[in-house]
């Protein structure tokens, strides 16, 4: 089954900015990022289908970026003006089916291990 890596967590300031990766073993249809904060439940951040555009929460509209490298099995993720409340550890997460249900954490067979972003002053 696909293996999914995800990369460029870390610190940063409130109004920095951070990048993520996610590199994924073979090509998979869509791929998603997620985030939970401890002891709550996961939230999907965006996603994003071949051939498509990037679909964005609410919470994160304007303020982050998906795109994706095909060549390379890869997603990104930009996330800009960031707040504390986007402390959290973000997911990379995938799945063979495109359309609806983005949104829905469950429909994501495929997942990494995460990577820790951290805002705080």
């Known amino acids: 089954e696909p293996q999914l890596v995800e990369s460029g967590g870390g610190s940063v300031q409130p109004g920095g900015s951070l990048r993520l990766s996610c590199t994924a073993s073979e090509y998979i249809n869509t791929m998603a990022w997620f985030r939970q904060v401890s002891g709550k439940a996961l939230e999907v951040i965006a996603a994003?289908?071949?051939?498509?555009?990037?679909h964005y929460a609410d919470s994160v509209q304007g303020r982050v970026s998906f795109s994706r490298d095909y060549d390379k099995n890869a997603a990104y993720l930009q996330m800009n003006s960031l707040k504390p409340d986007d402390t959290a550890m973000y997911y990379c997460?995938?799945?063979?089916?495109?359309?609806?249900?983005?949104?829905?954490?469950?429909?994501?067979?495929?997942w990494g291990q995460g990577t820790q972003v951290t805002v705080s002053s």
């Open positions: 994003l289908s071949g051939g498509g555009t990037p």
């Open positions: 997460a995938a799945r063979r089916a495109g359309g609806s249900g983005w949104r829905e954490a469950p429909t994501y067979p495929f």
